[in-house]
């Protein structure tokens, strides 16, 4: 069983950064490749950012490429979410989750992740 536990999460001004960490108990953390998603009340969780567990492949949704940065240290167990020049609409809760290797990259879908963490809260204030 894989455990998830996302951090990093805050209140920030629009144009500001922050770094999201998504660190696991599992050691077999490098099997599985990892994702971030969103949601906001109301609408359905929105996939963000996937990297591969080589870390050399990632994957963005359009409307996060170039602001935000995906990566993993497999020595830590942890995925990574650098998120900058933030947005109002870049605010909600952001899960990471995992997904074993061999099913293929990317995965974009909730329904494609296995394992999911519990959430951190993301504010961006106009």
């Known amino acids: 069983q894989v455990q998830l536990a996302e951090s990093g999460g805050g209140l920030v001004q629009a144009g500001g950064s922050l770094r999201l960490s998504c660190a696991s108990s599992?050691?077999?953390?490098?099997?599985?490749?990892m994702g971030w998603f969103r949601q906001t009340p109301g609408k359905e969780r929105e996939f963000v950012a996937a990297i591969r567990w080589t870390g050399d492949t990632t994957h963005y949704a359009d409307s996060v490429k170039g602001r935000f940065t995906i990566s993993r240290d497999n020595s830590k167990n942890t995925v990574y979410l650098h998120m900058n020049s933030l947005k109002p609409e870049d605010a909600g809760v952001y899960y990471c989750?995992?997904?074993?290797?061999?099913?293929?990259?990317?995965?974009?879908?909730?329904?494609?992740?296995?394992?999911w963490g519990q959430g951190t809260q993301v504010t961006v204030s106009s």
């Open positions: 989750a995992a997904r074993f290797n061999g099913l293929g990259f990317p995965a974009l879908l909730e329904d494609d992740y296995r394992y």
């Open positions: 599992q050691l077999a953390f490098a099997r599985y490749a």
